[in-house]
């Protein structure tokens, strides 16, 4: 499916970073590897670079992952691309000063495991900021799965997210306008935790 929607030459969700991640990019240590997990194209990744991160960026489409190798070199700067499903992939334990997860709607059975290795892959100190849609989204059908269990909220990411700070915890309604697959009203949930230092 994701090499499907990425094989065309415009970019599903645009090249501007999530307005999220752009907006909250000041609470991620000012320096140390990020890690992007369900990374996509690479809006996030690239725009991350060229703020001075080292930046990793995970996805289990090749097809994403050459387009996003594209834009970093467009861009006049390099990501390190790592093609894997995030089943198959080891975070890292106490390696990365920030993890970055855009809309990564992972199937309900998956989902916890990889929080769970988010946990203990930042380093003391380190930060997930995450966005993602909240079950609520189904009613406006503006981007997404098509299914609850993959949507997130808050009690799921506090049960799933053990031993995180969080600074910012929110569910709300706002304009996603990121590319042709998310477009208008939607229903999120934006995280940003830390592990204690």
């Known amino acids: 499916m994701w090499d ?3 094989s065309d030459t415009d970019f599903a969700y645009g090249t501007a970073p999530n307005a999220f991640l752009a907006e909250e990019v000041h609470r991620l240590p000012p320096e140390g590897p990020i890690l992007c997990l369900a990374e996509g194209e690479g809006r996030n990744a690239v725009w991350l670079a060229e703020q001075g991160y080292a930046v990793t960026a995970v996805d289990g489409s090749s097809v994403g992952l050459e387009k996003a190798t594209k834009l970093a070199r467009e861009r006049g700067v390099a990501i390190e691309c790592v093609c894997s499903d995030l089943a198959h992939y080891t975070i ?6 920030g993890i970055v997860s855009i809309f990564g709607h992972l199937p309900a059975d998956l989902r916890p495991r990889v929080h769970q290795q988010v946990a203990e892959g930042l380093m ?3 930060t997930l900021l995450l966005e993602a849609y909240t079950p609520q989204q189904l009613a406006y059908g503006t981007g ?8 997130m ?4 990411l506090e049960s799933e997210l053990p031993g995180l700070e969080f600074d910012v915890a929110r569910e709300i309604e706002r304009e996603v306008i990121e590319g042709k697959y998310h477009t208008g009203a939607g229903h999120v949930v934006q995280l940003v935790a830390r592990r204690p230092v």
């Open 4 to 6: 499907d929607r990425y």
């Open 92 to 97: 890292e334990p106490g390696k990365w000063a």
């Open 124 to 126: 003391p100190g380190g």
């Open 144 to 151: 997404g799965p098509p299914v609850e269990e993959m949507m």
């Open 153 to 156: 909220d808050l009690a799921r």
